[in-house]
């Protein structure tokens, strides 16, 4: 039986082994799911890892709501696409998933939205302990340890490809991406915790939205959600460590934000979506 899934030493595609459940290729090399309940294909030479302490930050934050209504926001659109308003069945890859938190509630939402419809998820990222944590919380979706850098999928694997605060690179993404399908990004907006943000640059100012989009996709709808939250100091530093600017906080920088109650902090993002040209 055929799967969707490519050997990462060979590159050749895995069939499934109908009495293992396990994957095998041409060339014989053979994965089962570990018993953890998630893949391990493959790692980069120096893999990605949080520590406990920021792992347990990162969730404390995520779980606490404050991203819940961009959750919804990216539910209405994906449930208001053309491509999804008549199918029954989506299959979904989350690119860089973390620890799955945008993977569980999508599912939520869109579950309540459009019951009818069969959302098959696929959550992949470099960090092993992250997709831990994540086919803990959650065992539905599938989840897998990979190289990011070259994405073990058949090429027009998924009917959409979500990625959520982090930048797109290359053409796997488009490879991977149905025609027809959509890619939907969650950038960071010019006011992205920007109460956090004055701590590490004090020469602060807001720039206009980049829209440097990969060729191969035309971009179909954009739209900007701001709002603004209250956190403690102990949030607003786990927030800051899911950003690609965490490393310029200095350890005073970080203790004064941790001693501050941000009671208006910006959360701002901006929703593309793509289809394949």
């Excluded at 990979?146 to 994405?151: E, P, V």
């Excluded at 009917?159 to 399908?181: F, M, N, Y």
């Amino acid at each position: 039986m055929n799967s969707i899934y490519l050997c990462p030493v060979c590159q050749s595609p895995f069939k499934i082994h109908q009495e293992s459940k396990g994957l095998h290729c041409e060339n014989k090399h053979h994965f089962d799911k570990n018993v953890n309940g998630y893949w391990l294909f493959s790692q980069p030479k120096k893999p990605k890892a949080d520590s406990r302490a920021v792992m347990r930050a990162k969730r404390y934050v995520l779980e606490s709501g404050i991203y819940v209504p961009l959750a919804e926001r990216m539910a209405k659109v994906i449930a208001e696409l053309p491509q999804i308003t008549s199918a029954q069945a989506l299959s979904q890859l989350d690119y860089d998933c973390g620890d799955g938190y945008f993977l569980r509630t999508l599912n939520t939402i869109l579950t309540d939205i459009k019951p009818e419809l069969s959302l098959e998820q696929t959550g992949i990222c470099e960090a092993e302990n992250a997709i831990f944590a994540a086919a803990k919380a959650e065992a539905s979706p599938t989840y897998i340890v990979s190289t990011l850098k070259r994405l073990p999928f058949v090429s027009e694997s998924f009917d959409l490809v979500t990625v959520i605060d982090k930048q797109l690179k290359g053409k796997e993404l488009t490879r991977v991406l149905k025609q027809g399908g959509v890619l939907l990004q969650v950038a960071a907006g010019p006011r992205h915790l920007w109460q956090i943000r004055e701590f590490i640059y004090p020469d602060l100012s807001e720039k206009p939205v980049s829209e440097n989009l990969p060729k191969e996709l035309d971009l179909q709808h954009s739209e900007r959600i701001s709002l603004s939250v209250s956190v403690s100091g102990e949030q607003a530093i786990a927030l800051l460590e899911m950003t690609p600017y965490a490393w310029r906080a200095n350890d005073k920088v970080r203790n004064e934000i941790q001693r501050t109650q941000f009671d208006t902090l910006e959360i701002d993002f901006v929703i593309n979506v793509m289809t394949r040209k």
